[in-house]
């Protein structure tokens, strides 16, 4: 089972897989029913579609496991050679069946095999329950950046957590969001491949101990508390049509057999299951806010648990035995995916420093040239702290290693800014206010060869705020990658139609060489090709429209602009914002101000999960949804206004979504979202943005061109104006008329059945509060969406602006992303 090269076997039968499954219809149908009679043990006859879908799963793991098995062979073959290690504490993977075919090209093979068997593969395919391992855009951008990796061949392993309970379901009741158990493994997890045997063990807790070595070097020992052991779990990530197949390897936590043989003995049986369970529970859920993490001590536990796990299972079992540990930097560079996984970093320490008894300056040479820190975040409050007494309490020689790491930090910036015990304090990895606590971004920040932001003007504001001090210091450790999205699922998979059009047009090979796509830049003026452009999103509307029925019981109206608002439900995305313009469209309906015949019909699609404990998000969500009862039902707006409002929205859901969208709300409040990649994903398949200048909203418009994307709002510079000169959002409800007419609709209780304190506190927040000054931007989000109509009108200049948005949006190849990364921060070699 080792990946790693130990003794290399002799025979050539024992290297690689013995038999290569056939590519053949035959072959397939033969390889299938094996899967079911002998691992599901039911004949086709009886069997079940769950039955059915699991022995698919496996058929076609097999045709990747020979893939991945050669894979590692060559690798091995190559070594020595400088590997990436991606850790993150979220994949938000999707549905693996599909991508799997397609990336080995068996699509059409496993289509004709399963209707041989008298099976519709769709009906397979919907049994897939996706793997939601992650909450938002940070764990899809790390499914999507291992995807690119296997695509360009880089040696790459990545490292995780295998959540038992992924991103809650969302349900509704009554309007209101009421969370669901993602028990995504309960009808098995085919694609992970377990490997029980290789046990790693994970220790937590006790206590340090001053010792003399034989040296006579006084030296500091961890006596651990307790501990747990760590299963992996292998995951196959196909690259596209080159035959890689790389690791996805999640980490499950399991009682150590001494922690509870001990209880056993003592003859406390129940104590000692209790044991067990205790530890499970690490593993067990993934804790679901977005952008905001909790300070939750088994949060940290987690943290630690998939740190430790992938660094020793990087030194022990893919690194060839005996190796040096000096040269590291050679080998290895871990890449930190934002700072959940940064406790990797005095881990990498105590391991050098304490296991292998290496100098301290050695070690932190070493360790320092060992990480890469990608930030994610430009809130404050989203900036991860954890409290030393809970850091000393459960890592307390971790907590020693950061405190040694800090003192010598401090000292050299004294030496650079002698006299600046201000700046200093800043600086400082340990906070001494509101409590004692490890600022994880700093620890990062100092421990990393390179540091960078995810977008253009999210790394732009980290060096000059959030991060200013440190880029004063070091300005070249400073880099900006911005973030991509991998054609192969958000093209290819979810667009057929498209992707047929693009094909015909300019040729194969763009799934891979994304900037491609200019080539279509000519066929924007072309009236046939537009034509075509226009039937693709019809027939994605059609697909929608089927899928919501199906799914939820929505009627979509049709021949409607369709304009989405798909992401997590935060206030500084501002989904109130967007309910704003909706309540206008609405009262200037009703109010009969406006002609019904005169304004574009339009559909508004909204999908967003609020963290289970943020209230204003979950309110929020129950407006939402009383708006869309009430707009929906009421005749005076009938075919002009739908508002839907799907719950659970997930990856599945975005790849028929998606596709079928005219406008991407992209309408942050700037200088707030890092970058978003719904954005791209929207661009790329044919949407024009309505955005504010923030994150990757800003290169897509460099990119499309000013004249193909709806801006509007203040830039972050004003923003940080107005928020010095003092923000009053009541002004702006006193000075705008339209803004007035909307709140106080709202307010009335005309969406709530009457009732205004279901909206008091929400209206009461906007008035008074407004942290994201929606109400600032109302008049030019406004201004903005009637340009939007004007332009809808006109379906000929509307196609060609779309098409020049597919066009012009190669760029957010998740492709060009890792390149970027391997050019500028990795410095590794491809090899595919
Ligand atoms: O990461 C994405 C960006 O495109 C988004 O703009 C950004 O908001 C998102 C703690 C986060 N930042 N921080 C998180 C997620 C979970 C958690 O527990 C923070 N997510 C982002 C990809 O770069």
Known sequence: HETGPTSEPTSPLARGPVISPPHTVEGFV??????????????????????????????VRSYLMARWLETARKRRASQPQKMVGYLSAEYLLGRQLDNALSATELREVATDAMKACGIDIEDLRAQE???GLGNGGLGRLAACFIDSLATLGAPSIAYGIRYEFGIFRQTFVDGRQVEQPDAWLSSGDPWGVPHPELEVPVNFGGHTERYVGEDGRERSRWVPGWGVIGLRYNYMVPGYHNGVVNTLRLWRARATNAFDLHIFNAGDYAEAVRAQTFAENISKVLYPEDSTPQGKELRLQQQYFFVACSIKDFLTHTMPKGFDVRELPERIIFQLNDT???????????????????????AWGITKQCFAYTCHTLLPEALEVWPVSLMERL???????????NEEFLDDLREAYPGDELRVRRMSIIADHPERSVRMAHLATVGSVKVNGVAALHSQLLKDKVLNDFSELWPDRFTNVTNGVTPRRFIRQSNPALTGLITETIGKGWVSDLDRLAELQAYSDDPEFREKFRAVKAANKERITDVLAKRDGIQLPQGHMLDVMVKRLHEYKRQSLKM??????????ISGEVDPASVTPRTVVFGAKAAPGYHMAKETIFLINSIAKTVNADPRVQGRLFVAFPPNYNVTLAEKLIPAADLSEQISLAGKEASGTGNMKFALNGALTIGTDDGANVEIRELVG????????????????????????????????????????????????????????????????????????????????DRVEAAYADQEEWSRKAILNVARTGFFSSDRSMRDYIDRIWHIKTNA
Not at 340 to 362: S, T
Not at 395 to 405: A, T
Not at 580 to 589: E, M, P
Request: glycine letters at 6%; proline letters at 4%.
């Open 30 to 59: 033969k390889a299938f029913l094996h899967e079911l009679n002998f691992g599901q043990g039911v004949p086709l006859a009886t069997s079940s579609q769950t039955d059915q879908y699991l022995a698919l799963a496996r058929t």
């Open 129 to 131: 329950v996706e793997p």
């Open 340 to 362: 959940h996984p940064v406790i990797a970093i005095p881990e990498l320490m105590r391991i050098l420093v304490d296991e292998h008894d290496l100098e301290w300056d050695q």
């Open 395 to 405: 890592l307390p020689r971790h907590m020693e290693i950061i405190y040694r790491i």
């Open 580 to 589: 704003l313009h909706i309540v206008t469209l609405y009262d200037r309906l």
């Open 706 to 785: 000013d004249e193909n994307f709806f801006l509007f709002g203040m830039d972050e510079p004003a923003v940080a104006e107005l928020q010095a000169r003092g923000y009053r959002p009541g002004d702006y409800y006193e000075s705008d008329a339209n803004l007035k007419r909307a709140i106080d609709l709202i307010a009335s209780g005309h969406f709530t059945d009457g009732n205004r304190d279901a909206v008091s506190a929400f209206v009461g927040d906007l008035l008074s509060n407004d942290r994201f000054l929606a109400l600032a931007d109302y008049a030019s989000y406004l201004e903005a969406q």
